[in-house]
């Protein structure tokens, strides 16, 4: 029997010459007695199975048979499957799924076709006692999205494979923090005396160096701010009617998406770091100390609650100046890093990662992981976590993390395998996993590059059309070999997301060689692709596939491809390699960045839009600004304009020296007009600077599309709109700006 999405486990042998009969013939010679464990979903799922292996569910326990199969409870997290004489005894409904599993059957991804159930004459299973305990108390991936996100079955199915897999709900430990990024619910329950004191909110810089009062993020050495924390807490006491030596834990941290305060007071309480990877002041420090004050205020009042926050983005590090209360507890979350590599592989920003964690390990706190199962910012494109669970998940169980619950994204396509290995090892964090040949090729060729960009940014550097032919050939000859229709459509699947990453690819080279309409042209049906994937509603590509990519490329693939087609045309595509100077206070208008007369002969050059600044060792550069000086060719053209079809983030443009304008906003396209600022007679200079401001993906900077010079009519507006009306948040999300 073939089991497989083309994934095979290591599973205990079904015996099937060992001592207790089952099926005989075709019929089940074994009945079900329940005794104390209640009927469940478990219990007929048990039903279920058998149904499917011969064609008849197990007769009641009253009836004459040759076996019995007892269903007992399990005292707590785990299962007992005891086998001897004529009498198989499952403890506990995870026993259900082990007993199932030894049989042959497995569950290789949500849903029908995901289930592997052998068709059987004869049944039989070997004398054994087996008890297990799970390696994480909380085993609990979740399924991202409301009901409008999926178009069928999608979230019952899940549900059924978690329980199938031993995977529990969050709330099976008392500690599963309860609330995340609070800071905005403590502003919107208390809008009125915010807005009449705006010193509680964090005092934030702006694009231009000005500050400004502004949320969503708290001035948390403001007293006030400290009492509103300790009446929210007391205000979900009573609203949960819970009794004040409740065990939980409530979250405090802040608001997702960067805008700390750097007022005198947050800096003279702060630990004074600058984080290493958003280049921001590091408020972890700040953190720890507003959980010990408020615990100082009402810590005796509750002497079992417990507070945490998420350890990530600029509160992600281990604090240098205040001690951690015994009562924290942290929710680890990863993204801040290289998403293609494990924290075991130093290739990478997880270097500086796997550091904090070897410390806040010597802390006996309470602790949580809470990561995601996709490639943020990026859904359906070939992408492997095998490696990063088996490398992450023992290292997160030897610090003494209590439970794993992570954000999915139903993705069957692309994540069945990494999904699968993901359940088993919390369960067992040693589970082994053997793969079949092309995830084995992805998973070497991601985890051995050295790319750590984030969303689609490093898939052109890591991947050719080598790989794509390569990964075809053996998904379409391991189909050929399945055994069954059901085998081969499992096969089958896999094969969607290796040809969209045939035709991205396809697509950015062409990006990359100006031929926009073409592109263009590819990113509209690769889109219908995924959409008509997604409407089967089974699972296989989640609706962010799309929204994802129309979210990075098609304004900037409508904006390139409308002003390079007639009536206007390219006069002058800008070269991948640029004259580049790095500012890393964004000061360089000051001294003159822009003007003619600057000696630039013997400027660095770096590449834009064939690269990432991560693959030319530039990650260590997340704040500030880069400039380049374009030298542009005679352009007799009186009507001329500059597209900008992507930059991370803020774009200023210069003319011969003459300031024309700004656009903010990652990898969002940009209009300039040039009319009246080039010189027919002779070169033109273009200096312009991108400033890395705010969340921007992994590993990425300057500009990152390819930009060029038009002519045609001339456009209406000098530059955009200066005035950003949304922020963008870890993952490719956006939120609009409040005011």
């Known amino acids: 029997m073939k089991k497989t999405m083309m994934v095979l486990l290591a599973c205990a042998a079904v015996g099937w010459l060992s001592a207790v009969e089952l099926v005989?013939?075709?019929?089940?010679?074994?009945?079900?007695?329940r005794n104390s464990?209640?009927?469940?979903?478990?219990?007929?799922?048990?039903?279920?199975?058998?149904k499917k292996m011969c064609g008849s569910e197990l007769p009641a326990g009253n009836e004459k048979v040759a076996a019995r199969i007892v269903l007992e409870k399990f005292d707590g997290d785990g299962f007992r499957l005891l086998v001897k004489g004529n009498t198989v005894t499952i403890y506990g409904e995870n026993g259900i799924y082990e007993f199932l599993r030894r049989l042959g059957c497995d569950w290789v991804f949500p849903g029908e076709l995901g289930e592997v159930i052998p068709v059987v004459e004869n049944l039989s299973i070997a004398d054994m006692d087996v008890t297990e305990r799970p390696s994480f108390a909380v085993r609990s991936p979740w399924m991202s999205g409301s009901k409008r996100y999926f178009a069928g079955t999608e979230q019952a199915d899940f549900a059924t494979w978690k329980r199938r897999m031993k995977l529990t709900d969050r709330d099976t430990h008392p500690l599963v923090m309860q609330?995340?990024?609070?800071?905005?619910?403590?502003?919107?329950?208390n809008q009125k005396e915010f807005d009449a004191n705006p010193e509680m909110y964090a005092l934030v810089r702006q694009p231009d160096g000005s500050l400004k009062r502004q949320g969503p993020q708290l001035e948390t050495t403001h007293p006030r701010v400290i009492e509103l924390f300790c009446e929210y807490i007391r205000g979900q006491f009573k609203k949960n009617k819970w009794p004040n030596d409740k065990l939980v834990c409530l979250g405090v941290g802040p608001s997702d998406g960067g805008g700390y305060s750097v007022s005198s007071e947050s800096t003279s309480a702060s630990a004074g770091r600058i984080d290493p990877v958003s280049g921001h002041g590091d408020v972890t420090d700040l953190q720890i100390l507003l959980i010990n004050q408020i615990f100082e205020k009402i810590g005796r009042e509750y002497p079992n609650l417990h507070l945490g926050f998420y350890l990530y983005s600029c509160h992600a590090d281990y604090p240098a100046r205040y001690k951690v209360h015994p009562r924290t507890v942290i929710v680890i979350a990863d993204i801040s890093y290289s998403r293609l590599h494990s924290t075991l592989e130093p290739v990478s920003t997880r270097a500086y990662y796997k550091q904090i964690l070897d410390q806040w390990a010597k802390e006996p706190i309470?602790?949580?992981?809470?990561?995601?199962?996709?490639?943020?910012?990026?859904?359906f494109l070939p992408y492997s976590k095998l490696k990063m669970w088996a490398d992450d998940f023992p290292l997160y169980h030897k610090m003494g993390v209590l439970g794993v619950y992570n954000e999915s994204a139903s993705a069957i396509a692309t994540l069945a395998p990494s999904n699968y290995y993901e359940a088993a090892l919390l369960w067992n964090v040693n589970a082994d996993m053997k793969m079949e040949r092309y995830y084995l090729n992805l998973t070497e060729r991601q985890s051995k590059s050295r790319e750590q960009a984030g969303s689609f940014h490093s898939f052109p550097l890591m991947y050719d059309r080598k790989f794509v032919a390569d990964s075809l050939r053996l998904i379409d000859e391991a189909e050929k070999a399945?055994?069954?229709?059901?085998?081969?459509?499992?096969?089958k699947i896999a094969r969607f997301p290796v040809a969209q990453l045939g035709d991205f690819l396809e697509m950015r080279r062409l990006v990359n060689s100006f031929k926009f309409a073409e592109a263009e042209t590819i990113f509209v049906r690769t889109q219908k692709e995924k959409e008509?994937?997604?409407?089967?509603g089974k699972g296989y590509v989640a609706k962010g596939a799309g929204g994802m990519m129309s979210r990075f490329f098609q304004s900037p693939l409508e904006k390139s491809r409308f002003y390079s087609t007639a009536p206007y045309r390219i006069v002058f595509p800008f070269p991948d390699r640029l004259k580049t100077i790095f500012d890393p206070y964004s000061r360089g208008a000051e001294f003159g960045l822009m003007n003619l007369e600057m000696a630039d002969e013997n400027l660095i050059t770096t590449r834009t839009y064939e690269s990432t600044w991560a693959s030319q060792g530039l990650i260590n550069l997340p704040n500030g600004s880069v400039w380049y000086r374009v030298w542009t060719p005679p352009?007799?053209?009186k009507e001329v304009g500059l597209l900008i079809p992507?930059?991370?983030?803020?774009?200023?443009v210069w003319c011969n020296g003459q300031y024309i304008g700004m656009g903010q906003g990652f990898a969002k396209p940009f209009l300039f007009d040039l009319t009246g600022t080039l010189r027919p007679d002779g070169r033109n200079l273009l200096a312009i600077q991108v400033q890395r401001f705010g969340n921007s993906e992994v590993g990425t900077g300057g500009l990152i599309y390819p930009s060029f010079i038009f002519t045609g009519p001339r456009l209406k507006e000098r530059a955009p709109n200066a005035a950003p009306t949304e922020r963008l948040l870890p993952g490719g999300a956006v939120e609009e700006i409040s005011k």
């Open 366 to 379: 309470p602790k949580f992981f809470r990561g995601y199962n996709w490639n943020l910012a990026e859904h």
């Open 24 to 33: 005989k013939n075709g019929k089940p010679v074994a009945a079900l007695e």
């Open 482 to 491: 399945a055994g069954t229709p059901v085998e081969k459509e499992r096969v």
């Open 635 to 637: 352009i007799e053209e």
């Open 37 to 50: 464990m209640a009927d469940s979903a478990a219990v007929r799922d048990l039903q279920y199975h058998f």
């Open 646 to 652: 992507g930059a991370d983030s803020i774009v200023r």
């Open 532 to 536: 008509e994937m997604y409407r089967q």
């Open 179 to 189: 609330g995340g990024h609070i800071w905005g619910t403590i502003i919107r329950q």
